[in-house]
């Protein structure tokens, strides 16, 4: 009889330990999601835009949403060294021009020319946008 309940309680103890281990190694794998085929210049903590929410106080925060936030919600993976998303359409990168100081004489036809790069690839393509600010601070402005 003893020895049943020992082999019994080994067993369950195994099974438990696999069952540690999986969840380690998924919890692991997705906390540390990284994209080895981003396209050179773009980081997954690059900003992408920031949001603005009211807690139920009415006080406003505003939380910066990244690179890899964005590909996260996209549920974007590495397939054949391109990121593809869910559907597996390959995904696309646009940075915004337009965080000038003094904008040059030419500003309206670049944000037009711009409005069209990014009209065409949106046609094609799962586009991320990413804020002409892309420095250790999130944008100032809200997009």
Not at 41 to 47: I, L, P, S, T, Y
Request: hydrophobic letters at 35%; charged letters at 25%.
């Amino acid at each position: 009889m003893s020895r049943s309940l020992v082999f019994g309680s080994s067993r369950g103890f195994f099974v438990f330990c696999v069952a540690i281990f999986a969840t380690a190694t998924l919890s692991v794998s997705v906390r540390s999601q990284t994209y080895g085929c981003l396209p050179t210049g773009v980081k997954a903590d690059d900003f992408v835009r920031v949001v603005a929410s009211s807690s139920r106080s009415g006080r406003v925060t505003m939380k910066t949403i990244t690179v890899r936030d964005s590909l996260k919600s996209m549920t974007a993976r590495c397939s054949k060294h391109k990121l593809v998303d869910r559907r597996k359409r390959e995904i696309k990168f646009f940075r915004i021009e337009g965080c000038w100081g003094n904008p040059p004489a030419d500003y309206l036809e670049i944000q037009a020319r711009q409005q069209q790069e990014l009209a065409s690839l949106k046609k094609k393509y799962p586009v991320i946008e990413i804020s002409c600010n892309a420095g250790d601070q999130p944008p100032l402005s809200i997009l």
